[in-house]
């Protein structure tokens, strides 16, 4: 007896609910062709992950439950094809308040235009940046459900998500009758993320002794990516087929049946480099933020060091040389080889340069002020309104020609508070946002050694990458001017922000007590600029974000 099951691993948009429903029937009807009869979408895959307040709009369940029932009907005709939907659903949203009603993080399976089955998700994820117990009631009950033609048929048990990385479900599923385990997923990318997802479902394997199949979400949403990555597993825990990342990808999985026993055949993605992983993150998060918000295109401020550097390649592979311009805005204080630079990478890349020089707008804001500031010497407000003048620029770009503004700032800079309002924290996309500036140094080296999308070998002047970094706000300025070295202040970083490590235990790993009580003071003053900056994609296990909630007015101090 043979099953083939299709592991649609689509992207979706939220809130396209007529969209998202024509991408999985037609998803589905290209697998019934190739002799699928079971096709599985990831998670909520009606309304898209996440879909945040819009599941307290009682309007926006009933669409959601018109939606599936739109998918059932358009699929009727298919014999034996049984289709797995996400979606959002419970009781009668007409009638009961938002106050009181119960919603469920729900999946449905479709056969011959009715729906056999419900089930609804028991685990939900409350940390990082989910907030599902905010929405969703948890469900209770396993689902097992027979999918295959006659003779062939394969009782799979229905997880979402979060309910694998706990036994019980599991465990409920198999007691159930359950032969294989089907999860659908949305699960957010880091670093290291997708080893992690298959070393948990290998723990389900183990402990349940079945099969399982994950099916996993792909594209971008706001300042989460999902890298599909979608994997099979064998009942003893052996790796037996996975989608390739970050693109849409209909894995066929094809289930012999003898017995007991379920022997799987499906391809096998490579595995690959973690930079590179990381990388396509990034191309994913830019592409599907502009295109899905219908932007024509974007433009950032290339100043010829590292950050904005990076960013342009990033946009230029994400987005194609076309849609992306580049604009120089030299001041008193920028070195030659920074023109010189910005120039090279643009013509590298191939993508629109101009230079707008901000000496006199500069000028102009220092005589404006010349009265004011008597008897003062210049300091950091000087600096800052360098950063001003060109983000007013680049925002009145923005705004005649329709272009979002891309801002280059790093995690480092996040973090300790070295941005500037309303300057360079600009604009609505913060590409490198969760790139501590370590990483950034090693992004570059690693797109200069590659060049995934075509768009231009070598990119990034080696210049670029090997000068002291700098902000060019004074004279002979060097960012370690007042901040530790990179590798300290990234580590300290790390070891604070993300992994919540005192203070003296930072110190007691070897750091300076003096830098780990500079940086870590000047994490916890900058939260007012952090909350004003514009949101970036988040590659790290807790990012600037969702991730990071704390207040503003906050006189503690560890």
């Known amino acids: 007896m043979t099953l083939t099951v299709c592991v649609a691993q689509l992207n979706f948009v939220v809130g396209d609910l007529a969209g998202n429903a024509q991408k999985i029937i037609d998803t589905a009807r290209a697998a019934y062709d190739q002799g699928a009869r079971l096709v599985l979408t990831p998670e909520l895959s009606i309304c898209g992950y996440a879909a945040e307040d819009l599941f307290l709009r009682p309007a926006f369940i009933h669409a959601c439950d018109d939606a599936v029932k739109t998918v059932a009907a358009s699929l009727a005709d298919l014999k034996d094809l049984s289709v797995v939907v996400g979606h959002p659903t419970g009781g009668d949203n007409r009638t009961r308040s938002v106050a009181v009603q119960s919603r469920f993080n729900a999946a449905s399976v479709l056969c011959e235009g009715a729906v056999v089955a419900t089930y609804a998700k028991r685990e939900l994820p409350n940390y990082q940046v989910f907030d599902e117990r905010r929405y969703f009631t948890p469900g209770t009950q396993a689902c097992v459900f027979e999918a295959g033609p006659a003779g062939a ?26 032969q294989v385990l089907a999860v659908i997923n949305a699960s957010p990318f880091h670093m290291g993320k997708g080893h992690e997802r298959e070393h948990t479902m290998r723990q389900r394997v183990a402990a349940t002794g079945l099969p399982l199949i994950y099916a996993h979400l792909v594209g971008g949403q706001d300042e989460v990516v999902f890298e599909g990555r979608s994997f099979v597993l064998d009942a003893a825990g ?13 894995l066929l999985v094809r289930m012999d049946s003898a017995g007991a026993a379920i022997k799987i055949e499906a391809s096998i993605a490579p595995e690959r480099s973690a930079e590179h992983d990381l990388w396509d993150a990034l191309v994913l998060g830019v592409r599907d933020y502009v295109q899905k918000n219908r932007f024509p295109g974007v433009l950032l401020g290339l100043s010829g060091g590292i950050d904005s550097a990076l960013v342009l390649a990033i946009a230029v592979d994400a987005l194609g040389a076309d849609k992306v311009r580049a604009v120089m805005m030299p001041s008193p204080y920028t070195a030659d080889i ?4 910005a120039r090279d990478m643009a013509q590298r890349l191939g993508v629109r340069y101009d230079e707008i020089s901000i000496l006199a707008h500069f000028e102009a804001f220092k005589n404006s002020l010349a009265a ?8 950091t407000t000087e600096e800052n309104i360098q950063a ?34 309303y300057g360079d924290m600009a604009g609505g996309f913060a590409v490198i946002k969760d790139l501590a500036k370590t990483l950034v140094f090693k ?24 000068r002291p970094p700098s902000a060019e706000l004074r004279p002979d300025q060097t960012d370690q001017d007042s901040l530790p070295p990179y590798e300290v202040l990234d580590a300290i970083i790390d070891r604070y922000m993300e992994n919540d490590q005192s203070i003296e235990t930072i110190v007691a790993a070897g750091y300076p007590r003096a830098d780990v009580e500079k940086v870590t003071r000047l994490i916890q003053i900058n939260e007012y600029k952090r909350r004003q900056a514009p949101i970036g994609i988040r590659v790290t296990h807790r990012s600037f974000g969702k991730d990071w909630r704390y207040p503003i007015t906050n006189r503690f101090r560890a």
């Not at 009782?155 to 359950?178: H, M, N, S, T, Y």
Request: charged content about 20%.
């Open 153 to 178: 048929r394969v009782r799979v048990g229905l997880l979402i998500c979060e309910d694998a990385w706990f036994d019980a479900p599991a465990q409920d599923a198999k007691a159930a009758g359950a």
């Open 238 to 250: 052996q790796l037996a087929g996975r989608a390739p990342g970050f693109i849409e990808n209909s």
């Open 338 to 341: 920074s023109w010189i630079d």
């Open 372 to 379: 004011e500031f008597a008897g003062r010497a210049e300091d």
């Open 388 to 421: 001003r003048v060109r983000g007013t620029l680049l925002m009145a770009l923005s705004n005649k020609f329709g272009s979002m503004v891309l801002t280059t700032g790093n995690k480092s800079e996040m973090a300790t508070g070295y941005c500037t309002l």
């Open 443 to 466: 992004m570059a080296h690693w797109r200069n050694a590659h060049d995934p999308y075509g768009t231009g070998a070598n990119p990034i002047p080696e210049r670029i990458i090997t």
